[in-house]
């Protein structure tokens, strides 16, 4: 690509990290209203018509500003007719009183969550179950939790009856995923999962 018409894009919650590189430093924060509602339309190709109502003021008020949560509920929504908005919204409600794991105090990011889970499950069961074959597959029990030599881990009620996946990465250490969407860290000898802190 010619020089000067291309851009890098790195994300980080290090503030100092642009200043390191030479680069603009953009904080990232919340949409207002006005703001949250013009990208859920984007997102969910209603630039010029009329958003579903009164599902999509519900689903803003779930999503409280939150840039990828709005993005991926608008990007499951696109092209589809009404009766799906609304089951987003019962799925939002549901999700949103969930949490994955112990939440972390001071964390108030479940809305994200809330949006990974509903926008996972709108794929075809195909597209959900499908873990590379170095992954161990576990199905979550009603209670939220994976079976582990013997023993059980909490990891949400959000994901009740669903395949997640487990990735080594240390002895000790998984890598938790639904879908392709990284949930935490499962620790086997201390038998404890950690979620992953999103900014």
Same mark, same amino acid.
Request: overall charge neutral.
């Given at each position: 690509?010619?020089?000067?018409?291309?851009?890098?894009?790195?994300?980080s919650?290090?503030?100092? +990290?642009?200043?390191?590189?030479?680069?603009?430093?953009?904080?990232?924060?919340?949409?207002d209203?006005e703001?949250?509602? /013009?990208f859920?339309?984007?997102?969910?190709? +209603?630039?010029?018509?009329?958003?579903p109502?009164p599902?999509a003021?519900?689903?803003?008020?779930? *999503?409280?500003?939150?840039?990828?949560?709005?993005a991926?509920?608008?990007? /499951?929504?696109?092209?589809?007719?009404?009766?799906?908005?609304?089951?987003?919204?019962?799925g939002?409600?549901?999700?949103?009183?969930?949490e994955?794991?112990?939440?972390?105090?001071?964390?108030?990011?479940? /809305?994200?969550?809330?949006?990974?889970?509903?926008?996972? $499950?709108a794929?075809?069961?195909?597209?959900?179950?499908?873990?590379?074959?170095?992954?161990?597959?576990?199905?979550?029990?009603?209670?939220?939790?994976?079976?582990?030599?013997?023993?059980?881990?909490?990891?949400?009620?959000? +994901? *009740?009856?669903?395949?997640?996946?487990?990735?080594?990465?240390d002895?000790?250490?998984?890598?938790?995923? +639904?879908? $392709? /969407?990284?949930?935490g860290?499962?620790?086997?000898?201390?038998?404890?999962?950690?979620?992953v802190?999103?900014?």
């Amino acid at each position: 690509m010619p020089s000067g018409h291309s851009r890098l894009l790195y994300t980080s919650r290090d503030k100092g +990290f642009a200043g390191s590189l030479g680069a603009k430093n953009y904080e990232v924060g919340f949409l207002d209203p006005e703001q949250a509602r /013009t990208f859920l339309a984007r997102w969910s190709g +209603f630039e010029k018509r009329p958003l579903p109502e009164p599902y999509a003021s519900e689903i803003l008020a779930e *999503c409280k500003g939150l840039v990828l949560g709005l993005a991926m509920v608008g990007a /499951t929504l696109r092209a589809q007719p009404e009766q799906e908005w609304a089951d987003m919204v019962v799925g939002l409600k549901k999700a949103r009183l969930k949490e994955i794991g112990i939440r972390p105090g001071g964390y108030a990011y479940q /809305t994200l969550h809330a949006s990974i889970a509903v926008s996972v $499950n709108a794929l075809d069961r195909e597209n959900k179950t499908r873990y590379p074959r170095s992954f161990q597959a576990r199905r979550v029990n009603n209670s939220g939790d994976i079976s582990w030599h013997k023993g059980r881990v909490f990891v949400s009620e959000v +994901f *009740c009856n669903e395949e997640i996946g487990l990735e080594q990465m240390d002895e000790d250490v998984h890598s938790v995923f +639904f879908c $392709n /969407t990284e949930l935490g860290e499962f620790n086997t000898s201390e038998m404890r999962f950690r979620p992953v802190l999103r900014p």
